[in-house]
């Protein structure tokens, strides 16, 4: 019984069942056939209506979201926003089962954009209940189950449809099965007793001197973000930064060396000030111009990226219909993702100086992943998209690392989480913006062929890149906004509905990009 009990106060216990839990609520053997199943006889929508009326509505639920997802995420120390994501992904499945029609689908795509917000407090729970020196092993263990998860699920569905072992509606209730552990997991996890923000304890060090540079395990951890393409990613979320170059600004929710003496929690200060705390940090991080342009970059890039891998599907179905052709979406999905995390994972091993190099292997690699963007687009053969679709990801979940890192390596945790946030809520405000103009019905809603080349041509006549001083970034930039309509439409890592946050959360990730609920 003492071992029992021993082995509950270890950060062990609720990194184990966090990780439960992220495996099976990953694990969605449908998602890389979602266009299929919505456009075959079990649902019989059209392909416009999935792509110009239901999948927007995912978009636009996410960000309306976001900001408060994430405040009260903290405020409630993540475990009951866990648990509510996992009953979100539940309620996701069990309307994609059961419901049918255009409104039911997009009041199903509302839900799971709450889910996809509610991502963020994944990995924030691990931050409130592990010590910052087990922080990196910590999250290395939480971004791989998570991986892990949405590639078993990739293979289990190209292995139940390949085969015919499973009907799309009973792989749903398998499904249904799967997240249900992941809630029963979500719902034995130890209440956190402090937070990032509202409810500060002693014991956790915000920041180190601002003499000091960021530490090995530091860096690590900010690798680690990157190594996890789906969720996502990744999404991500809290990550931990390096020291802080700026002097504090002194008041509790300050990120330089504060402490709350005797334990008590911060809780008392309001909403009010920590907003303001917030906007005090946001102004200090952008007025440094570096940052300010690999932000801008990054915000850019994921928006290309989650449009491009939200509505992928829809191009593979437009190139060879699923009715005369036996797909391998499942299979694509689950080798994209592993690649993406290896390249992402390389680079930690990869001694080279980003900071002088990093701008030329922007602009380098952007131009293959265009490329790999014209030729998914253009060529008109499955297994030339499938394979640009590989390569395109993977030279994503390399670059995106890199910037991470960048940003990260003068920063503390909390205005990392910070910047990490904006970027990402930037990078879905342009999603918005874009998914309202291009692809929704309300828009133009153009369909996918004419859409990519009505983008082209208007990024050939934008003189986008005379905002930057920095012509790699610009290129890079340009390449990824283009990308975000050149893909469109085409279901991510499934589809607005499956895409996982990572990515994607206020915090992170990225990753691991906002998945279904297959």
């Known amino acids: 019984m ?13 990194t184990t069942l966090l990780c439960v839990s992220g495996f099976f609520s990953t694990v969605k053997p449908l998602e890389p056939f979602l266009i299929p199943y919505l456009t075959g006889p079990d649902k019989n929508l059209t392909t416009e209506q999935v792509n110009n009326e239901v999948f927007p509505v995912w978009t636009y639920s996410y960000l309306s979201v976001l900001v408060p997802v994430f405040l009260l995420t903290d405020w409630l120390r993540y475990k009951p926003v866990v648990v509510f994501q996992c009953a ?9 089962r059961w419901v049918e029609g255009v409104p039911a689908m997009q009041a199903m795509e509302f839900v799971y954009g709450v889910a996809t917000a509610c991502e963020v407090a994944y990995f924030s729970y691990i931050y409130s209940v592990v010590d910052l020196k087990r922080y990196r092993m910590a999250t290395s263990y939480a971004r791989s189950v998570q991986l892990l998860g949405y590639t078993v699920g990739s293979v289990l569905g190209q292995l139940l449809v390949s085969f015919d072992l499973m009907s799309y509606n009973n792989i749903l209730i398998f499904t249904l099965v799967l997240i249900t552990v992941a809630i029963c997991a979500s719902c034995l996890l130890p209440m956190p007793q402090r937070s990032m923000f509202f409810h500060r304890k002693d014991g956790w060090k915000a920041a180190t001197d601002g003499n000091e540079t960021p530490t090995d395990e530091t860096r690590d951890a900010i690798g680690d973000t990157g190594a996890s393409p789906v969720r996502r990613e990744a999404t991500g979320n809290n990550v931990e930064g390096g020291a802080d170059v700026e002097e504090s600004a002194g008041n509790g929710l300050d990120v330089k060396g504060s402490k709350i003496e005797n334990g008590e929690s911060v809780s008392a200060d309001t909403c009010g000030k920590v907003l303001l705390q917030l906007w005090k940090d946001f102004r200090r991080c952008y007025s440094s111009r570096e940052l300010l342009y690999w932000s801008l970059w990054w915000a850019l890039a994921t928006c290309g990226y989650n449009q491009t891998v939200n509505y992928v599907q829809v191009l593979w179905e437009h190139v060879q219909p699923s009715q005369n052709f036996t797909i391998y979406n499942g299979g694509v999905e689950a080798v994209s993702n592993l690649l993406g995390a290896a390249t ?6 990869t001694e080279v100086r980003w900071e002088q190099w990093g701008e030329l292997a922007l602009g380098g690699f952007s131009g293959l992943g265009s490329a790999a963007l014209f030729l998914m687009t253009f060529v008109g053969n499955i297994w030339m998209c499938y394979t640009g679709y590989v390569i395109f990801k993977s030279l994503y979940m390399l670059l995106i690392t890199i910037a991470m890192y960048q940003i990260a390596a003068d920063l503390t945790m909390e205005r990392y989480a910070l910047v990490f946030g904006a970027n990402n809520f930037g990078a879905l405000a342009l999603q918005t913006v874009l998914t309202s103009i291009v692809v929704d019905s309300r828009g ?20 986008f890149m005379e905002m930057f001083q920095r012509p790699l970034i610009a290129s890079f930039c340009s390449f990824f906004f283009h990308s975000s309509s050149s893909c469109m439409p085409a279901t991510s890592q499934s589809s607005p509905l499956f895409f996982r946050s990572g ?10 990009a906002a998945t279904p609920t297959s």
């Open 444 to 463: 133009l809603g153009l369909g996918i062929i004419p859409q990519v080349s009505s983008r082209i041509v208007e990024k050939k006549q934008s003189r």
């Open 503 to 512: 990515e994607y959360s206020l915090f992170g990730n990225y990753e691991e």
């Open 344 to 349: 992402a994972y390389g680079i930690g091993f």
């Open 88 to 96: 979100s992904l539940f309620a996701t499945t069990a309307m994609i």
């Open 2 to 14: 003492q071992a029992l009990m021993r082995w509950r106060a270890d950060w062990r216990y609720p």
